[in-house]
């Protein structure tokens, strides 16, 4: 037993939190948006150019000129706003955006952050991560916990080219939830059925309790 | 001053040559200059070194200048959706210079600013930062990246007037507007060109000062991803 996608999603939507500005990424961040707690009032950036973006189209709404970071037709709400590129990323660097929840290939110890590249295969590029993750409040990222070959994405020290150093602020995994402190992980909260022994066997990144 | 023309063709005239570099408006295919892609293909400009977002697709967008191996280099943050973008780039035929997003609008807005370079606290400690100059203010350490002025830019706005203002339309605005200031000349497309006058001062985002040639022309709009809700 540990948390599936939608359970992790639901855990990062826990932390967010009334009247924030939130930048969600492709993948499973973007199911966050699926579980914002009742009474909580968040707005979604999509760093294309839009604060308030709203649900997927139905057939009828789409628009060629509304779309998402990951380039998906999507709608506006009543507090939409649009903006150019550059205004974006002001808000982003700029520290107007509270949180961003991305994926992640690794994350280290000391926050550390690799998503973008894996030298000898194909590169496509960092889009925004190095300036939401360099920018904005706090970072968190989901991912599962070990890769496919079985292997801890929480590690002492990155091996892949960073995205980020020292930026990730809280780690969502399908074991558990982990935050960065002074030595390492601190294991804040543990998936239901899962034991921290069995997260102490799969991490490889220091555990601080 | 003249600034209207009849086409991309028309509009293109005299202004393009081998070698240059060109800033290009959109984000995916949202918000692409579609016409003037296709006027610059078809006057088959070489060794292009071309400031995009992204690459287009293979059939659409800069992904036509590309087939034709028209561009030398591109300044892009994310070129994933181009198979061909990605032969050409393995093979050693197209050079890439990765830009963090938000830095590439940046350099488009800083150049077309007069500002020759600033800092920036994205790409610090990654391969972003090679060979860049670090500066610490306030205890944090930046890298210092270059405004971008290109020999022309090339953007697409929803309705323009015969003064050159500009006003775009929902997300199809992105990297319009920076690009637009940053080029030696500014050539813009619209779907809509009006008199001058019909449009409400106070809502023009691209004040015409920018823009030297404008154009109104039909536009296809491919739309990459269509997600859709049941209902």
């Not at chain 1, 189209?57 to 998906?72: F, H, R, S, T, V």
């Not at chain 2, 077309?112 to 090679?130: D, L, M, N, R, S």
């Not at chain 2, 060979?131 to 706005?157: P, R, W």
Request: proline share 3%; charged share 25%; net charge negative.
């Amino acid at each position: 037993m540990a948390w599936d996608r939608n359970q992790m999603a639901e855990r990062a939507g826990r932390e967010l939190k009334d009247g924030m500005y939130v930048n969600l990424g492709i993948g499973i961040p973007t199911l966050v948006s699926n579980y914002i707690p009742e009474g909580v009032d968040v707005t979604l950036q999509s760093e294309n150019g839009m604060l308030g973006m709203g649900p997927f189209p139905k057939e009828d709404e789409i628009d060629a000129d509304l779309i998402n970071a990951g380039k998906q037709t999507i709608t506006e709400l009543h507090r939409t706003s649009y903006f150019s590129s550059a205004d974006s990323f002001a808000m982003i660097r700029g520290g107007k955006i509270a949180m961003a929840i991305l994926g992640a290939m690794e994350v280290a110890e000391n926050g550390d952050l690799a998503n973008w590249m894996i030298p000898g295969k194909l590169i496509k590029g960092m889009g925004g991560a190095m300036d939401l993750v360099a920018g904005v409040g706090r970072v968190i990222v989901i991912m599962d916990h070990t890769n496919k070959k079985g292997e801890s994405k929480l590690l002492k020290a990155c091996t892949l080219p960073l995205t980020g150093a020292g930026v990730v602020d809280e780690i969502i995994t399908n074991l558990g939830v982990f935050k960065v402190v002074e030595g390492g992980l601190e294991v804040i909260e543990i998936a239901d059925g899962v034991t921290i022994d069995e997260i102490r066997q799969m991490t490889d990144a220091t555990l601080v309790n | 001053m003249k600034k209207v023309y009849n086409s991309a063709a028309e509009a293109l005239e005299g202004v393009l040559f081998d070698g240059m570099m060109i800033a290009a408006g959109g984000f995916g295919l949202c918000g692409i200059p579609e016409n003037l892609i296709e006027g610059i293909r078809d006057a088959g400009t070489k060794n292009l070194t071309v400031a995009s977002n992204n690459a287009g697709v293979d059939d659409f967008g800069l992904g036509i200048l590309l087939q034709d191996k028209q561009v030398k280099k591109m300044l892009s943050s994310y070129v994933g959706e181009n198979a061909e973008f990605m032969r050409q780039y393995l093979s050693g035929e197209l050079e890439i210079e990765f830009n963090p997003q938000g830095t590439l609008a940046e350099r488009m807005r800083a150049g077309g600013a007069g500002i020759p370079g600033f800092y920036t606290k994205t790409g610090v400690g990654t391969v972003i930062a090679e060979g860049k100059e670090h500066k610490d203010f306030n205890g944090e350490t930046y890298i210092m990246e270059e405004g971008i002025v290109a020999d022309l830019s090339i953007v697409k706005a929803w309705k323009g007037d015969r003064a050159g203002n500009l006003i775009y339309r929902k997300t199809a605005r992105n990297f319009n507007p920076n690009a637009a200031t940053c080029g030696k000349i500014c050539i813009a497309e619209v779907e809509e060109l009006l008199p001058t006058g019909a449009l409400d001062p106070d809502l023009i985002h691209t004040p015409g000062i920018f823009v030297h040639r404008i154009f109104e022309g039909g536009h296809e709009k491919r739309i990459e991803q269509r997600t859709v809700r049941e209902g």
